[in-house]
C-alpha cells in the first residue's frame, strides 16, 4: 500500500499519512494543524513552540508491545502544574492504535475502551474504586492539564482545549486507567499497563548529550 | 496500513544551564526538561527550572549545609542502569522531640527516568517508584502485600524537608512536609508517601555502603552503619531456617539408623545360670559366676534378673569384671513384688528387671553377685541372663542434643537482631511474639520467592 500523500494548504509542502484513520496531523514544515475533508486538508491553527522536551520517544520511534510492533505517529503534551507529559499516538502493524505515555520516564501504553456509563469527574475523589474489564480500580490522582502543543498524526481533532480534568487510576496488578474528561459529558476511558523502557525495545530514540 | 516514514534526525538533547536570578551564579540541569524545580547551590534560591529568567519561588537560610555523601553530578551503574545523581534533600522527622534526618539522593537517566537513594545512619536504600498498588490487607492496616510479599508497617511519621541542592521533577519547597509510612519485609521496605491529592508508593531495597562506594567509585569509605535498621537483612540470612531444616533431617538420620540397628543387631545370650538364695543361710553370699566371652565389637550388654517372688524382694549387686584387665562395672538392681486383695486385686512391683550397660569392649569376662534379702523371707529362685548386642538409645539421645546446640544459638541470635530492628519501631512493643511473629512472616515470604 502506498504513502497517502497531499500538499500543505497553508506552505504547499507534501504532508505524509502513515496511518490510514489519522484525523490530524502537523505540517513538518510549517507547523500548519491539518485536519483532513472528504477532499483535502483544511489548516485549522498553527502550532507554537513546543515546550523543552526530555522524552526519549520521538515521531518515527518503533517498538514492541508484547510481540506486536509499533510506530510512533503523533503526539500530544500536556502541561500541568507539576510540569508536562506526553501521550505519543501509536499505530500498530495491524492498523489498530494505542497510546504510549511518557511522563517523567514512567511509560504506560494504553488503549480507548468502549465502555458507557462513566462517573462524573466529582464522584471519584482520590481512593474511590472502579471495576472495568473484571479489574478493581481505585484513584491515585486527579490533574488538571490543557494541550501545550501537538506534533503529527491524531485520530482525532485536538488543538485549542481549555484545562481538562483527568483521573487516574491503577489496579493492584500494574494496570492503568485513566478517565479523560476533554468532554465533559462524555468522558473517555483508556486502559492499559505500565512497561518497562527495556521491555519496549525502542528503535529510532533521540540521543541526550553525554549518555 | 502502515508505513515507516523517514527517519527524522533530531540533534541529540541538550545539556543547559541557567544563571541564577539572584546571586546569578551558574546553575546546571542535568535532567534536561525533567527538571520542574533546580536550587541554586550558592545561595540556595528554588528556581522554576522551566522558567528560571523570572522565578524567585522560595530563598531559604539554613542553619547546616547539609552536603551529600555523594556529590550532585556523580554518575554509577545500579541494578545495570547508570544514573547521575541530580538532587539531594535532607528529611527530618521528629519522634519524642528528638530530631531523625535522612539524605534522599534524586538520580536521573534520561531513558529509565527517576530513582532515588536514600541513606540514614549508614544505612542505604535504592528506591523505585511502585507501578501496581500494594493490596491493603483485610486484617487491618498494619500489614500490606505487594507481589506476594507481607510488608509490615513499621513506622508513620511526618517527613519535613530540611535541606534541598539540585534538581527535581517536581515542586520541592524547603521545609515542606508529607505524611511517610514504611512497611517492612527485610530486605525490602514500601513506603508510602501522602498528600490530599495524591498517595505515592515506593519499593526500597537495601544496599551496603560498600556497594554505592563502589557503583559511584567514591573515594574513601563509606560512614559506617549504625545500629540495625528497619530493613536491613538479618546478618544471618536464612541460616536459623536452614539450621533447623537440617536438625531435621540430621535427627531423622539418627532416628533410622537407630531403628535399623536395633532391628539388625545380632543379639546374642552369652550367659544364664538360674541361682537360689537362702536369706537364713548364714555365710557369705557372694559368689562368682563362670567365665564367658564377650565378642567383637564393642556394644552394649543386657542384663536381665528374674526372681519368683511373692511380696518380698531381693537386692542383687552386680559387677562385670574383665578377666584380663580387671575393669568392672559395679551396678545394683532392687526386684520387688507385693500383690494382695483390698477392694480389689493389686500388684506393686515387678518379678522382672533389666538394664543394659552400654558399650561394653570385648573380652573375657565373669559376673561377681552378691544379693541381699530379707532375714524372714526364706529361699528365693533367681536367674540372671546376659545378653550382648542390645542396641542402646543413649547415642541417638546424646547426637540429637548437640546438634540442637547450634540450632538453637542461631536462632537465639536471629531472635535478638530482629528485636534490635523492631525496637525502633512505632507499632508497639518489640514483644517475643511479634519478632517471632516477624521471623514467620519472613520464612512464609522466602517461600513464596521459590
New interface residues.
Given amino acids: 500500500m502506498t504513502e497517502r500523500t497531499s500538499n500543505c494548504p497553508n506552505c504547499g509542502a507534501p504532508v505524509a499519512f502513515r496511518w490510514s484513520s489519522s484525523v490530524q496531523t502537523v505540517c513538518e514544515y510549517c507547523k500548519s494543524i491539518l485536519v483532513r475533508t472528504d477532499v483535502d486538508l483544511k489548516k485549522v491553527g498553527q502550532v507554537a513552540d513546543l515546550p523543552p522536551d526530555a522524552s526519549p520517544i520521538q515521531i518515527t520511534t518503533e517498538g514492541k508491545y508484547g510481540d506486536r510492533a509499533f510506530v510512533v505517529v503523533g503526539r500530544i503534551i500536556y502541561e500541568y502544574e507539576q510540569g508536562n507529559w506526553n501521550e505519543w499516538h501509536i499505530v500498530f502493524n495491524d492498523g489498530k492504535d494505542g497510546w504510549l505515555s511518557d511522563a517523567q520516564d514512567e511509560y504506560v501504553i494504553s488503549f480507548q475502551q468502549d465502555i458507557g456509563n462513566l462517573p462524573p469527574p466529582d464522584k471519584a475523589p482520590v481512593g474511590t474504586q472502579f471495576e472495568w474489564k473484571k479489574i478493581r480500580f481505585a484513584v491515585t490522582s486527579r490533574t488538571n492539564a490543557h494541550y501545550a502543543g501537538v506534533e503529527g498524526e491524531l485520530p482525532f481533532e485536538y488543538w485549542d482545549k481549555e484545562d481538562v480534568i483527568f483521573i487516574d487510576l491503577r489496579s493492584e496488578q500494574g494496570d492503568f486507567a485513566t478517565l479523560d474528561y476533554s468532554e465533559p459529558e462524555k468522558p473517555a476511558l483508556y486502559i492499559g499497563k505500565a512497561v518497562d523502557f527495556d521491555d519496549l525495545r525502542l528503535t529510532n530514540v533521540r540521543k541526550f548529550e553525554g549518555w | 496500513?502502515?508505513?515507516?516514514?523517514?527517519?527524522?534526525q533530531?540533534?541529540?538533547?541538550?545539556?543547559?544551564s541557567l544563571n541564577c536570578p539572584n546571586c546569578g551564579a551558574t546553575v546546571t540541569l542535568r535532567?534536561?526538561?525533567?527538571a520542574?524545580n533546580v536550587v541554586c547551590s550558592g545561595c540556595h534560591s528554588i528556581l522554576d527550572a522551566?522558567n528560571p529568567q523570572v522565578q524567585v519561588l522560595q530563598q531559604f537560610k539554613v542553619k547546616m549545609k547539609w552536603d551529600p555523601l555523594i556529590p550532585l553530578g556523580s554518575r554509577g551503574k545500579l541494578r545495570g542502569t547508570?544514573w547521575e545523581v541530580i538532587g539531594f534533600q535532607r528529611r527530618e522527622i521528629e519522634v519524642d522531640d528528638v530530631t531523625y534526618g535522612w539524605g534522599e539522593y534524586l538520580l536521573f537517566?534520561?531513558?529509565?527516568?527517576?530513582r532515588y537513594l536514600t541513606e540514614y545512619d549508614g544505612h542505604w536504600n535504592y528506591v523505585s517508584?511502585l507501578?501496581?498498588?500494594?493490596?491493603a490487607r483485610s486484617t487491618g492496616l498494619n500489614t500490606v502485600r505487594y507481589l506476594n510479599e507481607t510488608y509490615k508497617r513499621f513506622q508513620t511519621a511526618n517527613a519535613k524537608t530540611a535541606y534541598v541542592i539540585g534538581e527535581f521533577?517536581?515542586?520541592v519547597r524547603f521545609g515542606e512536609t508529607y505524611q511517610v509510612t514504611d512497611y517492612v519485609c527485610p530486605p525490602r521496605v514500601l513506603s508510602s508517601e501522602g498528600s490530599?491529592?495524591?498517595?505515592t508508593w515506593s519499593l526500597g531495597e537495601y544496599m551496603s555502603g560498600k556497594d554505592i562506594w563502589k557503583a559511584f567509585s567514591l573515594p574513601g569509605a563509606p560512614p559506617p552503619a549504625v545500629g540495625v535498621y528497619e530493613n536491613q537483612p538479618s546478618p544471618l540470612g536464612d541460616t536459623p531456617k536452614k539450621i533447623w531444616r537440617y536438625w531435621f533431617f540430621l535427627f531423622l538420620a539418627a532416628l533410622v539408623l537407630q531403628v535399623y540397628n536395633s532391628v539388625t543387631s545380632p543379639e546374642q545370650a552369652v550367659f544364664t545360670h538360674s541361682y537360689t538364695f537362702d536369706t537364713q543361710a548364714t555365710g557369705e553370699p557372694s559368689f562368682v559366676t563362670e567365665e564367658f566371652y564377650l565378642k567383637s565389637p564393642d556394644s552394649p550388654v543386657k542384663v536381665e534378673t528374674q526372681a519368683d517372688l511373692n511380696n518380698n524382694w531381693i537386692y542383687l549387686n552386680y559387677a562385670l569384671i574383665n578377666v584380663d584387665t580387671g575393669q568392672a562395672w559395679d551396678f545394683s538392681r532392687e526386684v520387688s513384688y507385693y500383690s494382695g486383695y483390698d477392694d480389689g486385686a493389686w500388684s506393686e512391683g515387678d518379678r522382672n528387671d533389666s538394664v543394659t550397660l552400654p558399650a561394653v569392649p570385648s573380652g573375657r569376662y565373669y559376673l561377681r553377685v552378691e544379693p541381699e534379702g530379707d532375714k524372714n523371707t526364706g529361699a528365693i529362685n533367681y536367674s540372671v541372663k546376659l545378653t550382648r548386642g542390645v542396641p542402646t538409645p543413649i547415642w541417638f539421645v546424646i547426637a540429637c542434643g548437640l546438634l540442637l546446640v547450634p540450632a538453637i544459638m542461631l536462632s537465639w541470635r536471629s531472635i535478638s537482631f530482629e528485636h534490635r530492628r523492631w525496637e525502633e519501631s512505632d507499632s508497639g512493643q518489640p514483644g517475643v511474639a511479634s519478632v517471632l511473629s516477624s521471623l514467620v512472616h519472613q520464612s512464609s515470604g522466602d517461600k513464596n520467592d521459590s
Wanted: aromatic share 10%; proline share 15%.
Fill in positions: 496500513m502502515l508505513e515507516s516514514g523517514p527517519k527524522k533530531i540533534p541529540a538533547v541538550s545539556v543547559r535532567s534536561f526538561g525533567q520542574i522551566q547508570m537517566n534520561p531513558y529509565q527516568g527517576f517508584p507501578r501496581s498498588l500494594p493490596e521533577p517536581w515542586q490530599e491529592k495524591e498517595v
